[in-house]
């Protein structure tokens, strides 16, 4: 402490005057009730985050951050990650080395360099020994060190991936780095941590993946052990629920299960065959899809797989986005490649012929398949993949114009998401990336634009700095599924660049030459995403509308069988997509199997059925509905298909 005063303050309350050089966590016992202080594990200083130790120097305007916040429990899990790469140090010495362990989503992980990659059999020794450092009670202790002396501290460990990132803050011309320890673990990091490891109480282990240092393919492979943490054990126990819930609905294994797809090595990875099931599932998508899109103004497009390579020259992408684009393929001596975005095509339409300002908006659609490059390690089923097909759409309209088609697109999207059953989601505005086309006066009249179209609307929505694309910011929606999972899908991008790079014109009220602006637009980004989130939100039990088999008649002896194809045709007929099972199987086993591949309703025939004209109606959940006429059933089946859809 010194003899200078300082004032320290809740944001809006009246000032105290302390003592210089006091604490974060003193200040805070002056400024907040018992049960608020017991509940701080951090600080916003000034607005800048900081650990409770830290000494106040001058007036500070002091928050608390709590355990229950969202901040408390990313630092939670931040520390946690030390905690981890504490245990695994002390078990395994110098055999290990450390590399970096952030929080993410849902938990942390931390990175390490071994001989003998760590697996999930290993699990029970390291938790065992983070939860006795729990229970030490270890402070975590910051300290500041010139780099120079910590690239020297660091060597001195053998730990060469924090050398490695020192080196280069020094060649950024850092001068200090922070390092925090608890017992004797000191790790390189910026903080802020938890004020001792006691506050980790409920955390768990969870899985293993392979890691290259710092994503580089010709870095060494690091074995990354993922790990989750919460202030309370009954968020603990719900989150280990809910993972066990998510691996039932995983789409790889559903999608096996109900026959939708499949991914072959002699076909290559991330490349995707769609099964018929899936294929009917995939077309009554795209059927609605085409349809909502006609009834809101678009036109269809179909445009080619391949362009020459100078169309990705004036485009910008050999540019901004040629790491992942695939190598060029030579055609008549002429460089071509496949293309991984649609909208060069759509321009090669527009220019094809001379526009009017009356024209104006022009909407254009279409279910553009592109290929994109993706690191094998990154590949997920359908969630990540090297070729898919983009719900694509461009818009070229005029300034006055461009609000309105804004309103229109979200209006449009969000019906899109509705009917197919999703309601809670998360919008963001990502704005000019570091690398980028176009004046920057674009860029803000892009941005303006979107912002102001979401504030009318009455749109929340977050911003999510340097995340736009090369050409122009965006609004992106992430959708949030049955286990509250977020799921990029929406996009919508404002673009002035392209129009400009290929020289688009139309003719204004003035007789003149004007540019218009376009727009690029996808709801649910790609077919083989979306259904991919589909898969697990509906756990594969897909609404009537859209199920590829929505009903399967099973007889229950062979005296049946003629009266139940007679019913199997009068179905087909009457648009049903029904199948039948007329196995010589027990009953119970052809319902049993019906449910596994999630048939919405069952149609069991007897005697009694084939005597009155009519099929008994078993529902996938087990209910029955009273006995009905084939005609009476494809009659429900049309009703709760147009509610579905509507």
Known sequence: MSDISISISIAGEEARTVAAGISAQEALKELLSKKQRKQAIAALCNGELTDLSTPLQADTVIEPVLASSDEGLHILRHSSAHIMAQAVKELYGQDVKVAIGPAIEDGYYYDFDRDTAFTPDDFTAIEERMAAIVKARLPFERRVMPVAEAIAFFTEQGEMYKVELLKDLEKEGKESVSLYQQGDFIDLCRGPHIPDTSWMKSFKLLRVAGSYWRGDEKSPMLTRIYGTAFFDKKDLKKYLNRLEEAKKRDHRKLGKQLGLFTIQDEVGPGLILWQPRGALLRKLIEDYWKDAHYKHGYDLLYTPHIARQ????????????????????????????????????????????????????????????????????????????????????????????????????????????????????????????????????????????????????????????????????????????????SWQCSTIQVDFNLPERFGMTYTGQDGNEHQPIMIHRALMGSLERFIGVLIEHYAGAFPLWMAPEQARILNITDTQAEYCTQVYAELRKAGVRVEQDLRNEKLNYKIREAQMIKTPYMLIIGDREMEEGTVTVRKRNGDNLPPMTPQEFAGLVSQECEQGIA
């Not at 609000?403 to 999703?422: A, C, H, M, R, S």
């Not at 176009?438 to 303006?448: N, V």
Request: with cysteine; aromatic share 14%; glycine share 8%.
């Open 310 to 485: 100078d169309l990705w020259k004036t485009s910008g992408h050999l540019d901004f986005y040629s790491e992942n684009m695939y190598s060029a393929m030579e055609i008549d001596e002429v460089a071509y490649q496949l293309k991984p975005m649609n909208c060069p095509f759509h321009i090669g339409v527009y220019n094809a012929t001379k526009h009017s300002y009356r024209e104006f908006p022009v909407r254009w659609c279409e279910l553009g398949t592109v290929y994109r490059y993706e690191r094998t390690g990154a590949l997920h089923g359908l969630m990540r993949v090297r070729g898919f097909t983009q719900d694509d759409a461009h818009i070229f309209c005029r300034p006055d114009q461009l609000e309105e088609e804004i309103f229109n697109i979200i209006d449009l999207n969000l019906q899109v998401l509705k009917t197919f059953g999703f309601v809670d989601y998360d919008v963001y505005l990502s704005t000019k990336p570091e690398k980028y086309v176009g004046s920057d006066e674009h860029w803000d009249l892009s941005t303006k634009a979107l912002q102001q179209a979401m504030d009318k609307k009455g749109l929340a929505y977050e911003i999510d700095p340097g995340e736009g694309v090369f050409y122009g910011p965006k609004i992106d929606i992430k959708i949030k599924d049955q286990l509250g999972r």
